[in-house]
């Protein structure tokens, strides 16, 4: 189960990714999105058989993976209604203008088209929602692209039956052979990753791991865009008066987000700022020693849990609040800020930092020190605080990809205007989403043809709108016909 | 006015821009549209003096450089537009759902923000519309950002002008200081490339140049996105039925367009396809015999050109058919898929090759020998050739990023659905576009705010639209206002 692709296996994957991108890039719109609802259909009659195998492979609860099971289903039916709709195409239409200045204007349509086979890298932490179905897959498919999974060895046999459920519910809707493969090994990957090909990459993983790809990919003799995920602290700055008007609600909210799956989010709020006297740290501390102990996803995550909050813990100024199933330490800004870099890394597992501000100005320097991250969290009260956070809002906007109020970062809504990124080093490839309806763009280019006539041009972008998609024509979106 | 910028003009630049970047990404989208307004109206004003300057500096005819500068300013009043039209923000609004499975959904709200300041490469060829006052400034000037200008040394004393003209009007009109500077010297460049403070950068220019700033770029301890146009071949492939319609037309067209310049478009035809027997030879040896020798931007071009000229000659297979002003040479398809390395690379200036191919099935392996290209183009007739165009219409739409039928690839119109750029090497980055409204998305990443209330959001994303923009709505584009 856990072997390595051989070269012929990985060869034979490649073929067959090639072989599939011409008809995929040629399949109506609203045919993929029926090809794309089959596997959300199919994920969703196998739950039974793979949430248990689940189960044994990550050590996570049933109710945890059987709602990743629904998000990620939940997220394929999202990516096929946007087909449909057909804002995921981006038509727009210019109409030819001879009075056009300075020189007359041809007709232009455009739309995007996918880059062809895409190798998506496996997370660990969510077997289903970041794994073989997870979203850089289902994002892939409804831009058109065949996808090679290189699959986490975290949980090798789910990876294994994930695919076989998916491949078999494409055949049976009349996808093309080699729209979705799998491949297992390191070193695959990477031969997989250099291979002429492959034309995208998305990656969820470490910071290391995803720094080494990204730069193999960018590398190549034909660079290729690679869209990494990778660490964020998530910090959550807490005003006085948050502390005054829900300071209990906001100790158990905090140590309940940071402790979500073992503490094995990207999203897991790393740091806690709260006021100097802020009165909390035995609600906090009683919280905390009320999570049980848990095994985490596998024995590398655990070893590196256990060696990071070694480190943590012999940090000059980090003090141990509490101990147990969940870690919580304490420090100061005035400690964070004189050694930011030692305590300013990302630590994978339940553990976190309170952090005490002495004024807002302290506050304000403590978000400075952070470079980006995928979530910012700012607990507020909305008549006290409207100028302070006028004033912080902008600096976290500046190092965050989503910024929340009076909310958890764990938990990410999967939606329309969802964005899940951040500035770099959160996420290789900010401008981008692994998350929402956008996330299909990265494996999209656009493509406009000038004055060609109705009749050779891609079917969405005819004069009569055959399928009523949504189209930008002459500046204004229409589902209407165009005349020339 | 050729000397290098000095190290601490270099800091102070970079200085200037980091600080200007917060108040530009606080500015009004509206008010920034009327800053970039105010550089277009600068620009008109200023053509009487620039163009003379420009023609000094490029050799190239007053109309062509007068018809840049109203293109440039053109562009960035369409940019302005798109800013208070709100597209250009990609403002996407989703209210709670509380009753949402598997869990309920805050109210998310994601916008576009700039980037940070950005350092442009600037072309030679286009001395204002790829130059300092070009796409790649409008675009990230719209999206909010500083722009750096690394000036093209081509044209230093027009960079310099420029430059003076819209920072004077960005400067009346209210911008923040640093909001535009200009550094000249190809180190000066690389040196910027590698701060901190630049967090993307665009190039026009040759595919070695582009490389190694593409890896400078991506390979620094933060990487950052690089946008490059680099080289295009830009084939024609013509239809027997084409020929017969109006071999005569296509002929003179084409000269017409591969002569444009100069030849030092980076949309000139570099290959003309045309079936065995056309009978046109006269025709294109006629009318490249009457295109007039001209001077070439500058020395290093004309350089360049000369020598690319005698290696193309010297290849085996390829003839010369007319000699003068422009170069035509000749050859066929055979010879070209004998030895595709030699012949498909791109001399920059009037040069072009008229293959001759025998079959459809030769031209059909002719389209299949390009790799990725800005352009290109179709000559066919709608009635005749219906079932060849919908063979060879994909397989020109997976190498370039602009598709044309019966026009020419030389002029690049300004508009929401023009995409210039193409796959590698055409570009770096083939999933943007250097012109064209969605351009300043190269510039902009995904913020989305989370149960944000409505008082300390931007106003673009507050629940009354005050600005009256285009936003998508719990999946539908309106101007309406939200309820939550």
């Known amino acids: 189960m856990t072997t390595d692709t051989t070269p012929a296996e990985l060869e034979q994957a490649l073929t067959d990714a090639a072989d599939a991108a011409g008809p995929l890039a040629a399949s109506e719109p609203a045919v993929r999105a029926g090809w794309i609802r089959a596997v959300a259909d199919a994920l969703d009659a196998a739950a039974d058989e793979l949430v ?9 609860p049933e109710p945890r993976l059987r709602g990743e099971v629904g998000r990620s289903s939940g997220q394929l039916r999202m990516f096929a209604d946007a087909l449909e709709e057909g804002s995921l195409l981006e038509v727009i239409i210019d109409t030819a203008d001879p ?16 880059l062809g086979p895409v190798l998506v890298f496996a997370a660990s932490n969510f077997p289903f929602a970041f794994s073989v179905c997870g979203g850089d897959t289902a994002s892939a498919l409804a831009a058109g692209c065949p996808v ?9 046999e789910l990876s294994v039956r994930t695919a076989e459920v998916m491949i078999e519910a494409l055949r049976v809707a009349g ?3 080699g729209t979705l493969g799998l491949i297992q090994g390191y070193d695959v990957g990477v031969t997989a990753l250099k291979d002429p090909r492959i034309t995208a990459a998305g990656f969820t993983g470490s910071v290391p791991a995803g ?7 960018v590398t190549r003799p034909e660079p290729i865009p690679f869209y990494g995920e990778l660490g964020s602290l998530n910090p959550v700055f807490v005003t006085q008066a948050a502390v005054d008007a829900r300071g209990n609600d906001i100790a158990t909210g905090y140590v309940g987000s940071f402790t979500l799956g073992v503490g094995q989010f990207c999203t897991k709020p790393g740091l806690l700022f709260l006021p100097a006297g802020h009165g909390l ?27 990071g909050l070694d480190r943590l813990r012999k940090i000059d100024g980090i003090r141990v609040l509490s101990d147990g199933g969940a870690t919580l330490l ?12 030692e305590i ?13 501000y002495s004024s807002t100005d302290e506050l304000q320097a403590a978000v400075e020190a952070f470079e980006g991250n995928l979530t910012a969290t700012l607990q507020a009260e909305e008549s006290a605080d409207a100028e302070l956070a006028g004033k912080l809002l902008p600096l976290l906007t500046a190092r965050a990809g989503r910024v929340l109020w009076n909310g958890w970062p764990t938990g990410v809504a999967v939606s329309w205007a969802q964005h899940h990124g951040g500035p770099f080093p959160s996420s290789v490839g900010s401008i981008h989403t692994s998350v929402g309806v956008t996330a299909a763009r990265r494996f999209q280019r656009p493509v406009a043809y000038q004055d060609t006539p109705d009749v050779v041009l891609p079917a969405v972008l005819r004069d009569g709108n055959p399928a009523g998609i949504s189209r930008r024509v002459n500046g204004t979106v229409t589902t209407g016909e165009v005349s020339r």
Chains 1, 2 share one sequence.
């Open 175 to 177: 996808a093309p052979a």
């Open 344 to 356: 300013l890394e990302e630590c994978f597992g339940p553990v976190s930092i309170v952090v005490e």
């Open 52 to 60: 248990p195998i689940a189960m044994r492979e990550s050590a996570l």
């Open 148 to 156: 090679i999974v290189k699959a986490h060895p975290g949980h090798p």
């Open 211 to 217: 720094k080494a790809l990204h730069e193999i990919a």
């Open 99 to 114: 009075q056009a200045k300075p020189v007359p204007r041809p007709d232009l349509r455009r739309l995007l088209v996918p």
């Open 281 to 307: 740290e035995d609600k906090l501390v009683e919280a905390a020693g009320g999570v049980a102990e848990a095994p985490m996803l596998n024995d590398r995550i655990a070893e590196g849990f256990s060696s």
């Open 330 to 341: 304490g420090t100061t800004v005035t400690e964070l800020l004189a050694r930011p870099e």
